[in-house]
């Protein structure tokens, strides 16, 4: 049986623009006793990651509803932020602007994979008529290690914030 190695590029939907960054050579481990290898680059990880930033794939909106099934309010929020609690002596729901600021980085390593990702969340007040009122912006760096598994037949991955 001969090795076929088939490569490819994920990038977004309409004008084609190349990635930037440049596919490194990899090699496979031999392992005879499998029928079937099937290996992803780092390359494929970080052009998807650029194909989905570029998509708009990484600016998640949480609506009131879902923040009010997890008890999340401006009042929670005053408790930190004193200039919140200021402003919202009433307790209002609230909506959060999670948006990525730069491309997701990401670093495969020996039993695990990195993922940088530089990003804001806003925050809105819902207000009685409807309308959202801007609280604060913060400005988001996280750094996280996820390292798959094989359990029970089950594919599983264990997240560590590393910061």
Known sequence: FSDNN???????????TGPPYVAAPFTIPDQS????HLAFSEYFFQTSSFAYYTAGAFNITIA???CNYFNISTEIFGS??????E???TPYPVMLKLMATEIPIISLEQDSFTVEIQGSM???AVLPDSTTQLLFTMNVAANTS???NIFDQKLIGSLCLNR
Do not use: R
Request: glycine share 6%; charged share 15%; no cysteine.
């Open 87 to 89: 402003y919202s002596v």
């Open 122 to 124: 806003e925050v809105f």
């Open 6 to 16: 088939f490569q490819g590029i994920v990038y977004p939907a309409g004008n084609y």
């Open 64 to 66: 009131e509803e879902t």
């Open 146 to 148: 996820i390292a798959p």
């Open 80 to 85: 930190i932020i004193p200039e919140v609690a």
């Open 33 to 36: 006793d499998s029928m079937l």
